[in-house]
């Protein structure tokens, strides 16, 4: 099942893409996508806010480290936010939080 994916330009000029419904197999692609068109952009800074993603499966923490890759890579910071308790636990077991910055501010 295919997730909205709304973007929005933060008050500092950096792209934000906000997802919702879940992150996973059928979805993950779509996420890369938005990613992908959004660092062609070369923006500083891209944020993807997890707020409307109530789950994410091992395909959605793949897509988020390929992203990850994929900024540094381009010279990009990529971060998190919007990143619940559900999710923050299944980050922290997949050690996922150690390699992708997590902000608690809210972006857009």
Request: charged share 25%; aromatic share 2%.
């Amino acid at each position: 099942m295919a997730i909205r994916l709304e973007r929005r330009i933060d008050p500092d000029g950096s792209p934000v893409l906000v997802p919702a419904g879940d992150l996973d197999r059928d979805s993950a692609e779509q996420l890369a996508a938005a990613v992908d068109a959004d660092l062609r952009e070369s923006p500083a800074l891209l944020v993807v806010e997890l707020t409307h993603v109530p789950f994410c499966d091992s395909s959605g923490i793949v897509a988020l480290l390929d992203a990850h890759a994929d900024a540094e890579r381009a010279g990009v910071e990529f971060v998190l936010t919007g990143v619940g308790e559900h999710l923050r636990q299944l980050f922290r077991i997949s050690a996922l939080d150690q390699v992708i910055r997590i902000v608690e501010e809210s972006h857009g």
